[in-house]
């Protein structure tokens, strides 16, 4: 069965795929990275998919405070760091991933 992840809450996931993207570790200070899911565009409650997420250090993700930690003050730390989306496609870009599923990607297609 195949799910829309913006009318289920079950979400796609793919472990390998997250395990390469902190293993590039964090996109602002390359330290350690911990996986940021990335929301813009997703529905209230739901989490993006797993090919939406970006590698953040923990103290850029959640321990940095206001304007460090995206979690803490997304449009201060996009402000600082440019944009969720941005860093999306860097790190498919780091990633080799071919524009064809970056296009799918983007439109929320993970078949």
Same mark, same amino acid.
């Given at each position: 069965?195949?799910?829309? !992840? ?48 970006? !590698?953040?250090? !923990? ?53």
């Amino acid at each position: 069965m195949k799910l829309n !992840p913006k009318r289920s809450k079950k979400r796609i996931t793919d472990k390998d795929y997250l395990d390469a993207v902190a293993a590039l570790g964090c996109c602002l200070c390359s330290h350690n990275a911990t996986i940021h899911h990335v929301h813009a565009g997703e529905g209230m409650g739901l989490r993006a998919a797993d090919y939406r997420s970006i !590698p953040l250090c !923990p103290r850029h993700h959640q321990h940095g405070g206001y304007g460090i930690a995206i979690e803490m003050g997304r449009k201060a730390w996009e402000k600082a760091n440019r944009t969720e989306e941005y860093w999306l496609e860097w790190t498919w870009a780091q990633l080799e991933i071919p524009e064809e599923q970056k296009e799918k990607w983007r439109n929320r297609n993970y078949e």
